[in-house]
């Protein structure tokens, strides 16, 4: 199918004399044709879209600005050197069925400066009108696409969402559906990415990207699922294990609920424990305007987010890479475990942005534990007056006690380092020099950062 989206977009290079590329409808790379231009200044913005495979936010804003998603007939870019915009472009909208999957852009150089695109009266150039139809054509491709995407996206929600009990009809209907697509052999390794937080307000479906291994993907809303909203301890009670996947007991226990919407991608590996493919479909899905959009977060290191009785921000996206399975019934305990891993990066910046779930150390434990109020014995350090203690405590046990490690890290003097960790003790009633006592701290603020 991507060599149809190349071959339309070569149709429409020839046709008009300039390089053509084709972008999703959110911006990310499908096709693209040569630029064969000996000019000396190459647009920085369409080199970018080539090199990263999708265009930056900021770009993406500035072209929706011309009304790019609301147009039905091609439009006229003008150029913006302050913007990475050094040539003019022509906007073909990808429609179908008057959803637009997508646009065709064209580069002038000038010579298309007198081309008629059509519109208030006046007929298009029948180059215009030949590139159009193409346009149509490759909508149509698009748009089966998405339809293909959002189907096996349903049979994979139903899945995750499934209780022990139908698991294996889930799974025997989602590996059906893979077959048919010519993406699956059964007995291949798979794994899934948990995306924090995802849009999920535009409720049409766009096309997967053309993404070595990636096989299905949904969103789920607050909560992990389509059940709704989890109970008030913020836990689902999860089934037994249906069979699959060698994790003893991974899915017979409390399921955190995700705190905001989520995507789940379905992604195919070489090996079970070869997650190279995982991490490259992550990377990719993070640049999506999709991912994490919403209010930017704490700093990496300063202290548990949110006071006492106050939400954490949302902060960046993250993402989280479960163990690799060759069972489809297994799918729902290694989502849980992608999940797990994405909100510990969420909690602990250092870990990601993308991490594997057995790469996120003591959280791998925190994250199965049921929601609850932070441990009394950190509420005064959950204060923002004692934001800095908070940072001090932790950095000091993340460093197993070591004083003058700690204070290097923290670019402070070591009896300043004392001076706080007795005011850590004096305000919790905890003795730093109790091993238990210790691990109470740790655990809690670390606890607290989820």
Not at 112 to 118: K, P, S, V
Not at 120 to 139: K, L, N, V, W
Request: aromatic share 4%.
């Amino acid at each position: 199918m991507r060599g149809d989206y190349q071959q339309l977009v070569d149709e429409i290079s020839a046709a008009l004399g300039a390089p053509a590329t084709l972008e999703d409808r959110d911006f990310g790379l499908i096709a693209f044709g040569a630029h064969e231009s000996d000019d000396e200044v190459m647009d920085p913005v369409r080199t970018r879209s080539i090199l990263q495979r999708r265009s930056s936010a900021a770009v993406r804003a500035w072209f929706e600005a011309f009304g790019i998603a609301r147009a039905k007939t091609a439009l006229r870019i003008p150029p913006d050197p302050a913007a990475g915009v050094f040539k003019g472009r022509i906007c073909l909208p990808v429609r179908h069925r008057g959803i637009v999957h997508g646009y065709v852009w064209l580069l002038d150089d000038g010579h298309l400066t007198d081309l008629e695109l059509g519109g208030r009266g006046a007929p298009p150039d029948p180059r215009i009108a030949q590139a159009m139809e193409t346009a149509s054509r490759i909508g149509a491709l698009l748009a089966d696409e998405a339809r293909a995407g959002s189907e096996l996206g349903e049979l994979l929600r139903e899945l995750l969402d499934a209780p022990a009990a139908g698991r294996p009809a889930a799974a025997a209907a989602l590996r059906d559906a893979l077959r048919d697509s010519l993406r699956f052999t059964p007995g291949v390794p798979l794994t899934v990415v948990a995306v924090l937080p995802w849009d999920t307000s535009d409720t049409d479906t766009a096309p997967l990207p053309g993404l070595p291994g990636l096989l299905a993907a949904c969103a789920l809303p607050a909560g992990g699922g389509p059940e709704g909203v989890p109970p008030a301890d913020g836990t689902r009670a999860a089934p037994p294990d249906a069979g699959g996947g060698g994790r003893s007991g991974a899915t017979d226990r409390p399921r955190p609920a995700a705190a905001v919407p989520s995507l789940a991608a379905l992604v195919r590996l070489r090996s079970p424990g070869a997650l190279a493919p995982a991490h490259a479909v992550a990377e990719h899905l993070l640049r999506s305007p999709r991912a994490g959009a919403s209010p930017a977060g704490a700093s990496a290191r300063g202290g548990p987010a949110g006071g006492a009785g106050q939400p954490a921000p949302l902060g960046p996206g993250a993402a989280g890479i479960g163990a690799g399975t060759s069972e489809l019934t297994a799918l729902p305990a290694t989502w849980r475990e992608a999940l797990d891993a994405a909100r510990a990066v969420r909690a602990e910046p250092r870990l990601g942005p993308v991490t594997q779930w057995d790469a996120i150390g003591a959280y791998r434990m925190l994250t199965t534990l049921p929601k609850a109020a932070p441990d009394p014995v950190i509420g005064p350090l959950l204060t923002p007056a004692h934001a800095e203690l908070a940072r001090t405590a932790e950095v000091f046990l993340d460093c197993a006690g070591q004083a003058s490690r700690t204070a290097q890290v923290l670019g402070i003097h070591r009896q300043t380092l004392y001076y706080r960790l007795g005011r850590v003790e004096k305000l919790t009633g905890l003795d730093l020099g109790d091993g238990e006592h210790r691990l109470l701290l740790h655990m809690a603020l670390k606890a607290a950062r989820l």
